[in-house]
């Protein structure tokens, strides 16, 4: 995968001077990097914060959720706002800082996350992550999350290894109980990330009509 740990793309990135967007608190003068969510001791959280709105069955209502977010000073703890007004004062105050520079100078990569864009809310990160972690926890696929890592955050992914469908296929299918009157087919959904989706295995009497 060309925008996941371990590709060839980020052993090139990992080579040479690397340098990140980020963004100054307009209180304290920090510049910090945009977390997305960094943990203090105090079990408090920098960067990208929002409230839990939940709807009557105590699912997580997305829309109004997202409708909250704010972000917050690692430092100071302040919060930067939702607004138009506030981030772009986040673009025009922001600057590159070198984060990796005993790299190869003949290597230089620049990297900012999506949302630096000032005409792009923070509801609209927010909304994108919490869609991706129900999706992931509904289906156990990482598309949309790998998608919100690598296209908004602008970070290499790190995928989850994959089952070994040899074993998985060997434990569920018994292939010795069948004698030449059946056929086995397996078929594979494959998408254009390279992962596998989905798999099965069928048996049919080849005499079936």
């Known amino acids: ?51 839990t709105v939940l709807n009557p069955d105590e699912s997580t209502n997305i829309a109004e959720s997202s409708k909250t977010t704010w972000l917050e000073c690692d430092c100071c703890h302040h919060k930067v706002h939702d607004t138009p007004a506030e981030r772009h004062h986040l673009n025009s105050t922001g600057d590159y800082v070198c984060v990796k520079a005993d790299g190869d100078p003949q290597v230089v990569s620049f990297t900012a996350p999506n949302f630096v864009n000032p005409n792009l809310s923070f509801a609209y990160a927010s909304a994108q992550y919490m869609v991706a972690r129900k999706m992931k926890k509904l289906t156990g696929l990482d598309e949309q999350m790998y998608n919100f890592v690598t296209q908004i955050l602008g970070k290499f992914y790190h995928r989850e290894l994959e089952a070994d469908l040899s074993k998985i296929i060997t434990e569920t299918y018994d292939k010795d109980n069948l004698n030449n009157d059946w056929l086995p087919i397996m078929t594979v959904d494959v998408q254009r990330t390279g992962n596998v989706k989905y798999w099965v295995v069928r048996a049919w009497y080849r005499d079936w009509e």
């Open 1 to 51: 995968f060309p925008v996941t740990i371990g590709s060839e793309w980020e052993e090139i990135y990992a080579k040479g001077l690397i340098y990140e967007w980020q963004w100054l608190c307009p209180k304290c003068n920090t510049r910090q990097p945009f977390y997305w969510s960094k943990q203090r001791s105090d079990g408090s959280y920098a960067g990208f914060n929002w409230d």
